[in-house]
């Protein structure tokens, strides 16, 4: 009788094991996802990067594409549901910064935060959106032009 107990404890040990390995829908999605992004160009980095978003939050994750547009110094950050400038405040006197504004607006809901830099595009956005909310992005990131 005591065998039987021990061969039953041993079997549900290792069918737990066995669970704990196997992945979930959840990151099998994730990992789909990413490996749909790569092929599309962008990288993909964790806030513990170099990137200099302000929110902390790890539960978003930060994105990067080649810079094409011709808006090479500028920081969006969330701010009452929209898209507004934290960084560097001189852009605001440019002579095109309404159309620049207007550009932002129109970018999707889902980006948190947004860097412009000389080379590239980093923004931060929640991956559970999925492929479709991230090919809307890339979207209005290659026609962002001024």
């Keep these: 009788?005591?065998?039987?107990?021990?061969?039953?404890?041993?079997i549900l040990f290792l069918l737990g094991t066995i669970n704990l390995i196997m992945p979930t829908k959840k990151t099998r999605m994730l990992s789909d996802l990413r490996l749909k992004a790569r092929k599309k160009g962008f990288q993909i980095s964790s806030l513990t990067s170099k990137q200099k978003?302000?929110?902390?939050?790890?539960k978003f994750v930060g994105y990067t594409l080649k810079n094409l547009s011709n808006l090479k110094n500028a920081h969006?950050?969330?701010?009452?549901?929209?898209l507004a400038l934290y960084d560097p405040i001189k852009l605001k006197f440019e002579?095109?910064?309404?159309?620049?504004?207007k550009k932002i607006s129109n970018l999707p809901d889902s980006i948190l935060e947004i860097i412009f830099n000389d080379s590239?595009?980093?923004f931060l956005w929640n991956e559970n959106l999925g492929i479709d909310?991230?090919?809307?992005?890339?979207k209005?990131?290659?026609?962002?032009?001024?």
């Design 1 to 10: 009788m005591n065998s039987y107990i021990i061969i039953g404890l041993v």
């Design 53 to 58: 978003f302000v929110t902390k939050n790890v």
């Design 76 to 82: 969006y950050i969330v701010k009452e549901s929209s």
């Design 95 to 101: 002579d095109n910064f309404e159309e620049i504004e």
């Design 120 to 122: 590239y595009i980093s």
């Design 133 to 138: 909310e991230l090919e809307k992005i890339e």
């Design 140 to 146: 209005q990131l290659k026609n962002f032009s001024i």
